[in-house]
């Protein structure tokens, strides 16, 4: 069984949106990881995304990561997986790939990636970085889309 390759997948996937599952084994297994890896850990597996997104060139002239630290980093997410699903949440890993297979593992890890992204992006820096485009936008132009829609201004959405 080819596990590494499908968690690993599954944290570069975190930001995207999981798919929801009815699946109580692996719903179990999620709440496990997400409940088990301490804030280290997360904020590990977020470097480590990062890590992976920064060795794309597009992101050149944004992130500068040695070697030594990426292997570092590497490691250092190696050693979270096996903790977290060899000892932390076995029961609830070995329930989980009985119901789903991989899949499981691939739904888990996203959504504790999710988990521990949005973490890190409420931090008031992160929040305030993640809000500066607004500063840009065409107000004007999407409080017209909107009573083009038929919102009314302030409220909530349906």
Known sequence: ???????????????????????????AF????IRSASPEDRTML??????????????DDLVRIDEATRVEIARSVARIFNHLVLSDCRPEALAA???????????AFTALGQFAGM????TPDAARELQRFAQFLDTAGLE???????????????
């Open 144 to 158: 017209a889309l909107g009573r083009e829609a038929g919102a009314q201004a302030g409220a909530p959405p349906q």
């Open 97 to 107: 790939l009985r119901e789903n297979g991989q899949q499981a593992f691939f739904g």
């Open 1 to 27: 069984m080819r596990l590494l390759p499908v968690a690993a997948a599954a944290l570069a996937a975190a930001a995207l949106p999981s798919p929801a599952s009815a699946q109580e084994a692996t719903n």
């Open 46 to 59: 977020i470097r480590w995304l990062f890590s992976a997104l920064g060795s794309n060139p597009v992101f």
């Open 30 to 33: 999620t709440q496990c990881l």
């Open 119 to 122: 973490e890190l992006m409420l």
